[in-house]
């Protein structure tokens, strides 16, 4: 009997441990990724390896013989993003986005017809996208609203003036529609209309002015008639002025969409009623989940200068639909990338189905600063 006595405690004992470990692997399991900290991790990432100090803006790409000139328009309006996220999620971080804002300046040509961003910063021969532009209004206006008094006064001030450089792109040919790239007006493209769309409902929200709601009407309206595949809602990618249809599809040319339809339905767009608006937004959105994540991973099988925007359109979708599947997709997406794409060092994939496995000695600011956005939003609340 004493043996049997001296035995039970131990075998006890066990069981209590093993119980304490099962509960803390669930635990762990269901804690929520740290899409914030990986975020931040990506930005440090950047400023230490591309941050040009001398002008305050960030190089284009790193190579073995350290980092390019400045990035083009397209990745400053990326990084600007992914720079409101850090804000967002850590206000230490609002000193290096004003200093951003300020110094996205030194791209602005004040040459005609009407002024606005150019692709480098100037001076130089002009060369001016529409899209570019439109991306940097979305940003402005959500740096704007982050930033309080004066700080916030100029980066809509700022939203202000460039888009009105993207609505000199629209004109009557086609209908209607904003041209791609303003030296060259041989399409109307997705990129240029769906983001110009979302830049006017945001600057109707921040400011109040009918105009911006009836553009982005103006602008949704067109491009969902030119643009958009009947058979599955999903975005082509251009029409050229002849006609012609370019019926390639990239996630974020969905995905912006996506968020129009939402911001329509939310600024009483004349386009239809609030409920036929969101639906077609939820078609969209599950549309786009069937055409672009794999089913068996999770990832997003697209660039990631598009994935990023197409994982923020589900967040989005999720809060103003209340549909937990477009984040779940979305955060999916985003567990992946980070435990199959962060390759050595913490450098990011140009695609966000592609697994790294070795260090990338040369890497791009717009892959970085698109993972970067990505887990800050998830990290936020996709709003």
């Given at each position: 009997m004493l043996e049997t006595g001296k035995a039970g405690p131990p075998k006890m004992l066990a069981l209590t441990l093993a119980a304490q470990l099962i509960a803390a692997d669930a635990s762990a399991r269901e804690a929520p990724p740290p899409f914030a900290e990986w975020g931040l991790e990506a930005i440090e990432i950047i400023r230490r390896d591309l941050y040009l100090s001398e002008k305050s803006l960030y190089a284009d790409k790193m190579t073995d013989d350290g980092p390019s000139g400045p990035a083009f328009m397209w990745g400053c309006g990326v990084m600007l993003s992914a720079l409101n996220g850090?804000?967002?999620?850590?206000?230490?971080?609002?000193?290096?986005?004003?200093?951003?804002?300020?110094?996205?300046?030194?791209?602005?040509?004040?040459?005609?017809?009407v002024p606005g961003l150019d692709v480098l910063p100037t001076p130089k021969p002009v060369d001016r996208y529409y899209d570019d532009n439109a991306w940097v209004v979305i940003a402005l206006v959500e740096s704007a609203d982050l930033l309080g008094g004066e700080e916030?006064?100029?980066?809509?001030?700022?939203?202000?003036r460039t888009m009105d450089y993207v609505l000199s792109g629209e004109d009557a040919t086609?209908?209607?529609?904003?041209?791609w790239r303003e030296s060259d007006k041989a399409s109307k493209n997705t990129c240029s209309n769906s983001p110009s769309a979302v830049a006017a409902y945001l600057l109707y929200q921040a400011t109040g002015d009918d105009g911006y709601r009836d553009a982005g009407d103006r602008l949704l309206g067109w491009t969902l008639q030119r643009l958009q595949d009947p058979a599955d809602g999903l975005m082509w990618?251009?029409?050229?002025?002849?006609?012609?249809?370019?019926?390639?599809?990239?996630?974020?040319?969905?995905?912006?969409?996506i968020r129009a339809l939402l911001l329509a339905a939310d600024t009483g767009s004349g386009l239809g009623t609030p409920a036929a608006l969101r639906t077609e937004a939820s078609r969209m959105a599950d549309a786009a989940i069937e055409y672009w994540i794999d089913p068996e991973t999770g990832a997003i099988d697209d660039g990631a200068a598009f994935a990023h925007l197409l994982a923020e359109a589900l967040l989005v979708a999720a809060g103003s639909l209340e549909e937990p599947r477009y984040r779940d997709a979305a955060e999916g997406a985003l567990v992946w990338l980070r435990e199959h794409g962060a390759g050595p060092g913490g450098i990011y994939p140009g695609r966000w189905s592609e697994e790294t496995l070795e260090p990338r000695s040369e890497w791009s600011l717009m892959d970085q600063a698109s993972a970067a956005r990505g887990f800050l939003v998830g990290g936020n609340d996709g709003s």
């Open positions: 850090a804000a967002a999620v850590d206000p230490s971080y609002r000193p290096w986005l004003v200093e951003y804002v300020h110094a996205l300046e030194r791209y602005w040509s004040e040459e005609g017809p916030s006064a100029h980066a809509l001030d700022f939203a202000q086609l209908g209607g529609g904003i041209y990618d251009n029409i050229a002025v002849d006609g012609s249809i370019e019926k390639t599809k990239w996630s974020y040319n969905t995905a912006l969409t």
